[in-house]
């Protein structure tokens, strides 16, 4: 899904990056307002559903090499949180939802967590084979 599309489902706004919403394409998205569970969870070329807004989480992102940030609650950052990323290529949104439902709006919407398990069967149980990114199957 291009990032642009995740724009519009959480009604966001583009702080910076505004160019690349068009190009980039997200497969995997990861939902969490602490760094080190980023650090460990967090799979290369996902969106980061935060309401961290200092520079280490614009730092965490180059390392890990994130598609984008999306803050949710409306937790909107510095300017010189913007101006970093903006320096390094990586597109910001700004959503007033929280991080549940703007996970699960995503989720909805087809985009994978980065554990890789989907829901089947009604939702009631969660199939645990892992798919490839992009395949919501």
């Known amino acids: 899904m291009k990032l642009r599309e995740i724009q519009k489902l959480l009604n966001a706004t583009v702080l910076t990056g505004e160019d690349l919403l068009d ?6 998205i990861c939902g969490s307002d602490l760094i080190s569970d980023v650090l460990s969870f967090t799979k290369e070329r996902s969106l980061l559903l935060t309401g961290l807004t200092n ?8 390392m890990i090499d994130l598609c984008g940030i999306v803050f949710v609650r409306g937790k909107r950052p510095g300017d010189d949180v913007i101006t970093m ?3 390094s290529r990586i597109p910001l949104l700004l ?5 549940f439902e703007s996970c699960g709006v995503l989720y909805n919407a ?3 967590g980065c554990s890789g398990l989907s829901l089947t ?9 892992p798919r ?3 395949n919501s199957g």
């Open 55 to 62: 520079p280490q989480i614009i730092r965490t992102a180059e």
């Open 132 to 134: 490839p990114p992009g």
């Open 95 to 99: 959503t007033e939802l929280p991080l």
């Open 121 to 129: 069967g009604g939702g009631d149980k969660i199939d645990r084979t």
């Open 85 to 87: 990323a903006g320096e």
């Open 110 to 112: 087809g985009l994978q």
């Open 23 to 28: 190009q980039l394409e997200v497969k995997m």
